[in-house]
């Protein structure tokens, strides 16, 4: 198989995804056939192409670092599962 | 002819004239959506108080002489473009009570004419997906058939302006989302070039592939729908500083000249629907009976566009979706007690199986060992696809191909098979790889009586030859006139 079950376990543990043991089946399988897809990609020659990154060329956007006006704390924390003293809270993370 | 029925212009009209005002016509689209979205399930939330109080605000107007295009016009958007308190889902359970407190550039623009918004519609969950059933919230029916898919990943879009539930929408196209589905549901659909609409407070999917564009019941509602949502804007760093102009003005008789593309690899593909592959043909035939010359191009790294763009939009996807951690927004596993338990637990749970499958699939081919081989030869690729359109817009000043190989399959028919379902995306990836516009608009019905589309592709920041082309193939046809029963 092109990706085995224990490399799917392991990019789900690097992406934070825990899986079913019925799904890492399932997705080295759909996986595994669209990678075999996307092998034929090395029939094209691409020696000395420089990659594209964007779909049109673009330059950085800059600009002045001037004060304006921004969300306020409450709006910004509207939508927070857990939020106190104007802070998102999250599980303890140093013990 | 029903208020529901209406084009913008037509609505226009008939504003102007105070022959009705934008209440009757609000309320008309909020009737309607009340008797028949329950069988095509296109709206997630309806927003009716809220459409009734703009509706208002815009006969304030219109009474005071202060009228545009837009102006009382009732419109649905797609649920990944952020409305300032008006719940914005994502159709993923990760969003599910996510209520954005500032408006999408796009919106911010609609406003400004005192358009309606009616409510959020229905799509892929993150606009992954060719059908709407990735949707965690509901399935959208086809009004042409409803045992049938809308097409996806803007379904609740194009089922919505095709079954006369708003005037016209916003969706969002990454490799074919309003494209697809306005295709399968016989409406218009524009991406427009990258970087022509602003992104800013739409809901990040692939960064360099997604463009918000229009779907509407004809080709003069696009162009008054891109006149009104194009243009620079700072807070999207990839937004275009160039002018936008009056894209109605292209809306107008004469093609002599014209040049329109057939790429050769297109219609050789083995997949192409015999009944669509005719349609499109007789479509060319047409553009050539009213003035325009047809060429033969190429576009020869064809066969390589499905592998480039499964590499890097699930590479785009795996870093944008990271966000979703559970902390600033959105859905929380409140069970678990270690922070990295409630990110795995919040993700895994938040996130649908398509979802996951792309995180998976991005972050593998972004993975230590394995970025040349897939990212980096995807995007030397990317660059190889976008070479090809350059040289092949030397020689036309459109290229026309079909939207979807076939017509709009059933619910449930490829549901289970990924690579498949990607496969079918095969003539509407290159235009986001390459960064150009492409339309889809309504050119011909299969023998079942389903809608067929055709792909109109410009070079970048050239939607006026699209624009062009679309109107006299319009003025031509009676394809959009016809309606799915009501």
Partial sequence: MKITHDEVMYVASLARLDLHEDDVEMFAEQIGKILEHVDTLGNVNTDGVEPATHAISLSNAFRNDDKKEHANREAALSNAPEQEDGAFIVPKIIE | MELSELTIHKAHE?????????????????????????????????????????????????????????????????????????????????????????????????????????????????????????????????????????????????????????????????????????????????????????????????????????????????????????????????????????????????????????????????????????????????????????????????????????????AEASSNLARYDGVKYGFRDMDKKTLIEMYKGTRSQGFGDEVKRRIILGTYVLSAGYYDAYYRKASQVRALITEDFKKAFKKCDVILSPVAPTPAFTIGEKADDPLTMYLSDIFTLSANLAGIPGMSLPCGFSKSGLPIGLQIMGMHFNEEKIFKTAFNFEQATEFHNKKPMR
């Fill in chain 2, 14 to 314: 008939l504003l102007k004239q105070k022959k009705i005002s934008s209440l009757e016509l609000t309320m008309a689209l909020l009737e309607r959506i009340d008797a028949c979205d329950e069988k095509i399930g296109a709206y997630i939330s309806i927003a009716g108080e809220k459409a009734i109080d703009q509706a208002k605000i815009a006969d304030e107007a219109i009474a005071k002489g202060n009228i545009s295009p837009l102006t009382g016009i009732p419109v649905s958007i797609k649920d990944l473009i952020c409305t300032k308190g008006i719940r914005t889902t994502c159709a993923s359970k990760m969003l599910e009570n996510f209520v954005p407190f500032y408006d999408a550039f796009v919106i911010k623009k609609l406003k400004k004419e005192n358009a309606v918004i009616l409510g959020k519609v229905n799509m892929d969950e993150f606009a992954m997906g060719s059908s709407t059933e990735n949707s965690s919230i509901k399935i959208t029916h086809n009004p042409w058939d409803l045992s049938r898919i809308p097409g996806g990943s803007s379904g609740g879009s194009a089922a919505s302006v095709a079954a006369d539930l708003c005037l016209a929408s916003l969706g969002s196209d990454t490799g074919g989302s309003i494209r697809q589905p306005a295709s399968h549901c016989g409406v218009v659909g524009i991406k427009p070039t990258y970087g022509r609409v602003s992104r800013f407070g739409l809901i990040a999917f692939a960064s360099s592939l997604d463009q918000i564009g229009p779907l509407t019941k004809d080709v003069t509602d696009s162009a008054i729908m891109m006149n009104a949502v194009s243009g620079y804007d700072r807070n999207d760093s990839t937004s275009v500083s160039v002018d936008v102009p009056d894209y109605t003005s292209f809306c107008k008789k004469g093609l002599n000249g014209l040049r329109v593309g057939i790429p050769k690899e297109f219609h050789s593909y083995k997949g192409l629907d015999p009944e669509v592959d005719l349609a499109v043909k007789n479509a060319v035939k047409t553009l050539e009976d009213l003035g325009a010359l047809s060429v033969e191009i190429s576009l020869p790294h064809t066969e390589y566009t499905v592998a480039a763009y499964y590499v890097i939009a699930p």
